[in-house]
């Protein structure tokens, strides 16, 4: 095994629909990132693509944690540099204000910047790409595409030169989709599962019908390999964010089984992740 690090947590800490699945019954004092932050050593914080958080966010994060050493967060950038086109010189200073407490503290594993799947490789894109990644040169950081016109060694070569690493991602593969790669770029790796719901990928009402998927072990298994490999230049960052009702904590639990690292199941969900490992041994036995 590597002696690089790997890291496997959630999207997200604050989700109505895991309660009674992924926490246990509570008072209004509970504090649900200590209680992930107790199982996992990583989670991806995701609700500041959708405003810009304060500073004391960040202080106020670093203090949950800190009886967990090892714990990272990796922070999504917010949609206006990447979705909306409409950031501006005021967005990177409040966006890199908000940064500084976690990358201070060195709790900032990765910067997350993601582009949408409309967005194409083009000399504009690359424009785009190369102008958020000077913003936020200064802290560790990773480029997620989703369109299969990135997948290529010129854009592989641009990342590298930038010291930026490349997710790699599971997500509905449809024609024009990034496929699986054990690529990586840049200082660290980082994968982010989606789920693979083909139906509601692009046809849903609400965003979390899109990630409404359970991975089986046997889906998962590929990707162990795949950041087994990772492992062996890089520490990789793993993120679940096929959240519905605690479907990412099955699979990150799932994710650290088949990888052979300590597994920290919530209490609430013991049981379940027993016989859903029973189950998959007898099926095993069957094959």
Do not use: C
Not at 154 to 174: C, K, S, Y
């Amino acid at each position: 095994m590597s002696s690089n690090t790997i890291r496997i947590g959630p999207a997200g800490w604050s989700y109505k629909d895991w309660e009674g699945i992924v926490y246990p019954p509570h008072g209004s004092r509970f504090d649900h990132l200590a209680y992930l932050a107790g199982l996992f050593d990583t989670i991806e914080v995701n609700s500041s693509f959708y405003r810009i958080p304060p500073p004391t966010h960040g202080t106020s994060w670093n203090r949950r944690v800190a009886f967990n050493d090892d714990f990272r967060f990796t922070v999504k950038l917010y949609r206006g540099f990447t979705h909306d086109e409409n950031s501006s010189r005021e967005d990177v200073e409040a966006f890199r204000r908000f940064l500084d407490p976690l990358h201070d503290s060195g709790r900032l594993g990765s910067l997350l910047i993601q582009f949408p799947w409309s967005f194409k490789r083009s000399e504009n894109s690359m424009e785009r790409i190369a102008g958020v990644l000077e913003h936020f040169h200064d802290y560790p950081k990773v480029v997620e595409v989703r369109h299969a016109s990135f997948q290529n060694p010129e854009f592989h070569r641009f990342l590298d030169e930038r010291n930026t690493g490349l997710v790699a991602i599971d997500q509905p593969l449809f024609s024009d989709s990034v496929k699986p790669s054990v690529t990586s770029t840049g200082p660290l790796a980082y994968v982010r599962f989606h789920g693979r719901n083909y139906e509601k990928w692009f046809a849903h009402k609400e965003s979390w019908e899109r990630y409404d998927y359970l991975y089986s072990e046997r889906e998962l298994a590929p990707w162990s390999a795949r950041i087994e490999a990772m492992a062996t230049e890089r520490d990789v960052f793993v993120i679940m964010n096929n959240h519905f009702r605690g479907q990412a904590i099955i699979n990150a639990v799932d994710m650290e089984r088949s990888l052979g690292l300590p597994v920290r199941i919530p209490p609430p969900m013991v049981a379940l992740m027993e016989e859903r490992w029973a189950r998959s041994a007898e099926q095993g036995k069957g094959r």
